[in-house]
């Protein structure tokens, strides 16, 4: 089954974003970002199709991807999410680790919020 342009877009952002980051060029993750988001957005548009389609990224290869897939998931699939971002805090040390910590630590506290700012 081919999959939704949409999804490889998110995909691929997410994995040039860490990518990026890693290597310490800003820009170029701030542009991944912005492609990620826009892509979320446009998902969560869709409903349940885009819904379906990130809880879909949980199973990835790419530990990244399923950060900002788990990150996304949380405000209509909690369970799911947070049991990923367990794992993937639970995970080698290093940056995806850290942010999977701090994203659970964030939105158990009620930090983390879903808008379109």
Do not use: C
């Not at 860490?18 to 800003?26: C, L, R, T």
């Amino acid at each position: 089954m081919a999959q939704h342009p949409l999804v490889r877009i998110y995909v691929e952002a997410a994995e040039l974003h860490g990518q990026a980051s890693a290597e310490g060029k800003h820009r170029a993750a701030n542009t991944q970002y912005a492609r990620l988001i826009t892509a979320w957005r446009e998902l969560r548009a869709q409903g349940e199709d885009g819904r379906s389609a990130l809880t879909g990224l949980l199973l990835d290869n790419n530990p990244r991807v399923r950060l900002w897939a788990a990150s996304h998931a949380l405000e209509f699939a909690p369970v799911l999410a947070e049991a990923e971002l367990e794992r993937l805090a639970q995970g080698p040390a290093g940056v995806v680790r850290l942010d999977a910590e701090m994203t659970l630590s964030e939105w158990r506290a009620g930090n983390l919020k879903f808008t379109e700012d």
